[in-house]
């Protein structure tokens, strides 16, 4: 198994949910982005979860992205919409392309996560020809993530250990 460097940006917890069982999943901890380095500290993946902010990730963890160089990384986000919505998928490309310079992203992983009371209020009082009230994600998103989306987050960080050394055997393999 590769070694792993979890950092995690978490408002309301839904994120934060989703960066444990990854770390429990390879045998590590979750740092709190504000307490991490874009170091690799020896790890041969660097995770990165984070909340949407307007379709991307959040501006923090943008400016980390960023710092982050020459690693093997993985992209994790919980949000509103369905896990499989162009929403979710763009907001992983924007992440994307924040990620500093030669860096490989091995996997992305995006997952549903409860909207906070505040949100949930604030959307109450939009406008009924505002976008956001056309989406239902904010409502569906209620008790996301659970058990099946905690579960499917530690499948997923075994999966991309797996397809890490998949690409160093086949790097090796392929020398020139």
Known sequence: ?????????????????????????????????????????GADIVAVGFWLWRGGPDPKTAEFLSRLHDTNVVLFATHAADAKSEHAVTALARAAYNVGPNCNIIATFSCQGQVSEAVLARRAKLPKDDPHTKSTGWITSKGHPNKEDIANAAEFAKKADHKLELLKKFMEKNKS
């Not at 839904?14 to 991490?36: C, F, Q, R, S």
């Open 1 to 41: 198994m590769n070694k792993w460097k979890i950092v995690v940006s978490s408002v309301t917890g839904n994120t934060k949910k989703i960066a444990d069982a990854m770390a429990e999943a390879v045998g590590t901890k979750a740092i709190d982005l504000k307490d991490a380095s874009p170091e690799t500290d």
